[in-house]
């Protein structure tokens, strides 16, 4: 403890002239001042006598709104992920903004591994990507050639894929899901969770209803399994084709054009909803049959009945049937099984083959009309919209018969469109001619005068 020390200090006298002030004799005024309660412990009184919490509770409280604002407000570099990050092929750059209906809109946003997965977010992210790397300003100032073709298509692309209803109808005939890959029967039992728990999946996208059941396990109880199948039985599917619509001929006036293009329409999407029902319903027989657990429970319940119907018999351990013909009885049993689901396995293969040959045809098909109408578009080109010799066609003209060009296409055979070709090929007013009277043909005016 220290010890205080006493210095010696004496004040200096007071100047000559120094005199001593008088005393005050007024009223010192006081000011009122109104008080309020504030601060961060204020705070979390109130807070605390509010929810009726403790002190640790408070703070666990605080703690957990500090978690989800910093959640909430986490800035993501979108450019540093690998969203819309998939290679361009030569094809997908030389896409043609016209044909967009034909295009893979998630290929063209780089998310062809997505597809119908992809959230509205990751969309957002692929398309900011493509406009970055895509704009035709950047393009004139890198290459110096100025071409907003694929820069078209990319926003034809956030268009379609940004709207709820235009990217429904586009995942409803999107060609880039394959929903004819299916299991064949022949795999083991042991994988029928594996190979059609994806299937069910893929299907269940279209289900009006949600929660889509899960195909379960092995395990599953006949209650649950019973319920998948009667939900895919009764399957109520959003699924429809208007996508695939042909779009009634520009600048047409003619209302029984539109009403016969529009009555069309309708038919051709009630015979795709009619089929696609089919294939689902064939599908759920197809997995219904060789399920292991409808066949276990198939088992158990001809066992009951026969126990509850040999019951009483002589000659049987227990009443029932002797060791002899019990297993006589399994092993026809055994081999009726086993014939079934060879049968089963024969047809499904047959199947498969069968739409894979028709698949193969459609693609080939599909292929050779886009290459014979890009044909024809590059000797109208070339022919300079059989306009006058040094004459520059207008872009009325332009979208007139390029219009025309692709409504007659969309009218004719794919055997007609190579004849057009053919006869396009011998001059330019034979091209003229043939052009002209296949739109006659098909109702559709003098577009290539």
Known sequence: MTTPVDLPFALPPAPANYSAAKASTSAVSLTSVELAPIGDAFLGYLRRKLHQSSFEEDDALIRQRLADHAAANAEVDELDNDIGEEPESAELLASDPKEWKSQDHYAVLGLSSRRYKATDHEIKIAHRKKVLKHHPDKKVGATGISDDSFFKCVAKAFEILSHPEKRRQFDSVDEGVDDEDVPTGKESPERFFELWGP?????????KDTPVPSIGTKDSSKEEVDDFYNFFYNFDSWRSFEYLDKEVNEGSDSRDDKRYTEKKNR?????????????????????????PRIKAFRAAERAARE????????????GGMSAADKAAEEKRKKEEAEKAAQEAAAKAEAEKA???????????????????KKAIRNIITGANYFQPEGASPSASVL??????????????????????REACEKGTDAAKAALNQACEEKSLGDAFA
């Open 307 to 318: 126990a509850k119907k040999n019951k009483g018999r002589p000659g049987a351990p227990g």
């Open 199 to 207: 299937v069910f999946e893929r299907e269940g996208r279209f289900s």
């Open 354 to 372: 069968e739409r894979e040959a028709a698949k193969k045809v459609r693609e080939a098909a599909k292929k050779n009309l886009k290459k014979e």
């Open 399 to 420: 979208d007139k018969q390029l219009g025309a060009l692709d409504a007659l296409c969309a009218a004719l055979e794919p055997e007609q469109v190579q004849a057009l």
């Open 267 to 291: 038919n051709e999407r009630a015979r795709r909803k009619k089929e696609d029902n089919a294939r689902l319903r064939n599908l759920v027989d197809k997995a219904l049959s060789i399920d």
